[in-house]
């Protein structure tokens, strides 16, 4: 191979501008709600599932004491209990990984741009980076969660930020409001029957 012979590049190379700030003016506000919700409820999902898996444990325990129940029954009864707690924990995993989404993005984008500094100029100006824009509420989260599906219409140059928004579509999916609601007033209930228990046990 001559010294003049062209180096074999990935996408930056044929980086087209306005596809790749096509695909970020459709994915970005998707990005800045997810981050936004994730900021404000990972602690309080995190705490809840703690607080789940400690009421299973009780309640299991002080049922099996209280019936004289076998330690197979126990560890059954315990593993049912346990599941709201377990799913809150998985989902303040998702959460907390989330967090920075925008920021990640941005990042991307700008490593697509690669040598092209006009890009890296022309997307520093159009997108700073603006705290109050990811206040974005949960109705706007799963109204722009499409954006991504339809990012992947605007070709090669928009495959990496889909892959980088990819791991928080799931949070666009109903399902995981339904799973999450659901987990944590099955985890209330739950810390709810615990303390009654508690109070037996003193009484």
């Not at 607080?51 to 029954?73: E, I, Q, R, V």
Request: net charge positive; hydrophobic share 55%.
């Amino acid at each position: 191979m001559s010294a003049d012979a062209p180096i074999a590049a990935g996408p930056s190379v044929d980086l087209d501008p306005d596809r790749l700030d096509a695909a970020i003016q459709k994915v970005l506000p998707f990005a800045s709600a997810v981050d936004a919700f994730a900021r404000r409820s990972v602690g309080t999902v995190r705490t809840l599932a703690m607080l789940g898996l400690l009421s299973a444990g009780w309640t299991a325990y002080a049922c099996a004491d209280t019936f004289g129940w076998s330690l197979t029954t126990a560890l059954i009864v315990l593993a049912l209990l346990a599941i709201p707690g377990a799913l809150l924990w998985k989902m303040q995993r998702t959460l907390q990984a989330t967090i920075g989404l925008p920021q990640r993005i941005r990042d991307t984008a700008l490593g697509m741009a690669g040598k092209a500094a006009e890009y890296r100029e022309r997307f520093a100006k159009r997108h700073p980076h603006d705290p109050a824009a990811e206040q974005s509420g949960l109705r706007r989260l799963w109204r722009t969660g499409k954006a991504v599906l339809e990012v992947k219409a605007l070709g090669a140059e928009a495959q990496q930020i889909v892959s980088a928004s990819a791991g928080a579509m799931v949070m666009a999916n109903p399902v995981f409001l339904i799973l999450l609601v659901g987990s944590m007033a099955s985890v209330c209930a739950l810390a709810g029957v615990a303390g009654i228990i508690a109070l037996a046990y003193l009484v």
